[in-house]
Nanobody
Framework: EVQFVESGGGLVQAGGSLRLSCGISGFPRDGYAMGWFRQAPGKSREGVGCIGRRDGSTLYADSVKGRFTISSDNAKNTWYLQMDSLIPEDTAVYYC????????????????WGQGTQVTVSS
């Protein structure tokens, strides 16, 4: 059974930083993409960033480019979202996710999801 351990959310002031982490277990192959998504109150879920486990390629939403960074530790089957220069608009529940993909990553067709962690950015 695929399971996630997601952590790192919290309350920070605007301009501050947080690092989210997500570890996955039970995934039957190493060819997958690792993503971060978020859903703010009253808004649809959107992709934030992703990374391909095998090739390390990354993709970011325009709204977070230059502020958020995706990284991974393949030995631990764990990936991270480093969030810097946070603004109140970043407030959302953040979800990690994984999908079958031999290389690269994208913001669609994700099959497995973590439980989500709340990120709140105050003014």
């Amino acid at each position: 059974e695929v399971q996630f351990v997601e952590s790192g959310g919290g309350l920070v002031q605007a301009g501050g930083s947080l690092r989210l982490s997500c570890g996955i277990s039970g995934f039957p192959r190493d060819g997958y993409a690792m993503g971060w998504f978020r859903q703010a109150p009253g808004k649809s879920r959107e992709g934030v960033g992703c990374i391909g486990r095998r090739d390390g390629s990354t993709l970011y939403a325009d709204s977070v480019k230059g502020r958020f960074t995706i990284s991974s530790d393949n030995a631990k089957n764990t990936w991270y979202l480093q969030m810097d220069s946070l603004i109140p608009e970043d407030t959302a529940v953040y979800y990690c996710a994984a999908t079958w993909l031999e290389e690269g990553c994208a913001f669609y067709d994700y099959d497995y999801w973590g439980q989500g962690t709340q990120v709140t950015v105050s003014s």
